[in-house]
T-cell receptor, first 113, second 111 residues
Framework: ETGVTQSPTHLIKTRGQQVTLRCSSQ?????VSWYQQALGQGPQFIFQ???????GRGNFPPRFSGLQFPNYSSELNVNALELDDSALYLC????????????FGPGTRLTVL | RKEVEQDPGPFNVPEGATVAFNCTYS??????FFWYRQDCRKEPKLLMS???SGNEDGRFTAQLNRASQYISLLIRDSKLSDSATYLC????????????FGQGTELSVKP
């Protein structure tokens, strides 16, 4: 196991609702990245956090937002949920900003009805 | 056009077979290259990095051709436990830490 944990493991929401997903990075890692993986697709980069600041963002609308805390854990918030937001959300931590070696958590499976 | 494209799957092969996966990338500024493995409903895990000189790890061989912007993964003597989805991943020099994944190729190894 990588030491990266995510909660919850599964979640069911309805359109228009808001959701918060949580991630605890591996010990000693100060950078957290979030990815969205739709069924049958590869993960897509949402954004990365380093020292509590957003450090790079993929092609996702502003209703996807995040936070990183002083202990390097992180949250992903999605507002105004849409059906297409149904996916596996993966958190990955790395030792430092810019590191390509990333360790993934088990993911949160979000279903939007 | 997607930044990273992989062979469509699934690949169904018998145990002991040799199987090759191909991947192309569109950004010539891509800097680092990897193969990840993802088991059903689990998180991706790094299988191996890919270097211009090619690299081998047991039954797995990865090759990179920068001129053709092409990456490959060869698995020899397939085992049942190799059944998984294989993801091709690239990063760019100026976007360190942003992993760009292909859509993945599913491999099923049968007895």
């Amino acid at each position: 196991e990588t030491g990266v944990t995510q909660s919850p493991t599964h979640l069911i929401k309805t359109r228009g609702q808001q959701v918060t997903l949580r991630c605890s990075s591996q010990s000693g890692h100060n950078t957290v990245s979030w990815y969205q993986q739709a069924l049958g697709q590869g993960p897509q980069f949402i954004f990365q956090y380093y020292r509590e600041e957003e450090n790079g963002r993929g092609n996702f609308p502003p209703r996807f937002s995040g936070l990183q805390f002083p202990n390097y854990s992180s949250e992903l918030n999605v507002n105004a949920l849409e059906l297409d937001d149904s996916a596996l959300y993966l958190c990955a931590s790395s030792f430092r900003q810019g590191d390509n070696e990333q360790f993934f958590g088990p993911g949160t499976r979000l279903t939007v009805l | 056009r997607k930044e990273v494209e992989q062979d469509p799957g699934p690949f169904n092969v018998p145990e002991g077979a040799t199987v090759a996966f191909n991947c192309t990338y569109s950004n010539s500024a891509s800097q680092s290259f990897f193969w990840y493995r993802q088991d059903c409903r689990k998180e991706p895990k790094l299988l191996m990095s890919v270097y211009s000189s090619g690299n081998e790890d047991g039954r797995f061989t990865a090759q990179l051709n920068r001129a053709s912007q092409y990456i490959s993964l060869l698995i020899r003597d397939s085992k049942l436990s190799d059944s998984a989805t294989y993801l091709c991943v690239v990063t760019s020099y100026n976007q360190g830490g942003k992993l760009i994944f292909g859509q993945g190729t599913e491999l099923s190894v049968k007895p």
